[in-house]
């Protein structure tokens, strides 16, 4: 079945069976299959069962016709009891709820907790979940997902933790190691998560790398008009210049930071075409594409090496290094920067987090070099990565305001954990 959202939401499909209202599911705008199991009725009656689904007129603009929903087909398969193989099935069926609640289990007893808890919490939990399933129906299946990937969280950073404890070589005592642990995840995160794609505000960034390389001046009206890209920005965004251009609302500091590769790129697309490879000069191949956006990808690498050297001013390396991790996973940096490379968060933070240590380094020891340094890293806000960024400017002076306040209430004294300052 599929219907196309409503103005109040998605459109809902009643299910009864012999007349009696069973279930009532939201149906999304793309194809889907969905299963229900049916019950016969008590008592059992002689003849057919009917089984009705009832939607609401669809409201859709310009379309006088009494819609509903569209559906392919229905199949009816008799159930005569579950086999172990279909019992086995549900294990791994989205969203794997099982598996979540058994590795609760086995999360519950690796913390060494009290073995009954273990049967109890995830039983618990289960419970949590049907309750908020009577709130938020739509949201059931969402809601087990988010817990099993928790769970699975929970689960991986105990093991890794058994793992360190008894590979020394691997604990991250050290700043060689920790940066070893950091470079590993960036990539095995790249290698997993990386698509490189231009789209939505995206296209309003890129249109300044491309028209300024291709056409040679900053009119972006064929950029708008001719990108292959999906989702073009917000039309109320869209407006004309009062020399009668198209306006770019977006910043021009991404197109800077891609400019390099994006260069490497013209050249691997002018020696793919002597080689015969159908790449065009346009600014909108692959090649164009793929290393702008490794770009971003790299920015989200910079902020984890420069966030580490960051928080080492206060702990060390084995606090320190989840602390970065967790700021990298937990937030929508990997998704920025790995997915959505084409907007400006993953790079806007880089250059933040750059300035705050720039900072940071001017206030421990104020040298010339160091206000230079300052104001390198404050070029790229000023550049415009992102229209708030200079915003963040000013958090981040007041943050290392207060980071100077504290020092000195505690008597000059907040050294940083470890050897060496850099």
Known sequence: MLAPPQPDGPQRVALAVAGEPLVEVPVTEAPRRYAFLLTAPEPLVEGDIPVTLEASRLAVAGDPRSLGVALAHITVEAVRGPPLPALLREFWAVPFLPVGLLLLSVGVLWLRLRFWLAGVVPAGVLAGLALAGRWL?????????????????MVAALGLQALLR?????????????????????????ATTFVPTVQSDGTGYYAYLRSFTMDGDLQFGNEYRDAPFRHSPDPDKRRDTATGHQANPFAVGP???????YGVAHLLVLGGQALGVPWEVDGYARPYVVLSMFTSALSGLVTLLVCYQICRRWV??????????????GSNLLYYAMREGSFAHALSTAVTSLYLLAWLRLEERPTVGRWALLGAAEGPQRAGVRGDDPDVLAQCAAAALAVTDLRAVAGGGVARAGSRKT
Request: hydrophobic share 65%; proline share 10%; aromatic share 12%.
């Open 255 to 261: 197109a800077i930071a891609w400019g390099p590769l």
């Open 166 to 190: 008894r590979a020394r070589l691997l604990w991250p005592d050290s700043d060689r190691r920790a940066w070893r642990w950091l470079i590993g995840i960036f990539l095995v995160a790249l």
């Open 137 to 153: 129906p739509d949201a059931r299946l969402l809601l087990a997902a988010y817990l099993v990937v928790a769970v699975l969280l």
């Open 316 to 329: 060390g390396p084995p606090v320190a290094l989840p602390a970065v991790v967790t700021l990298f996973l």
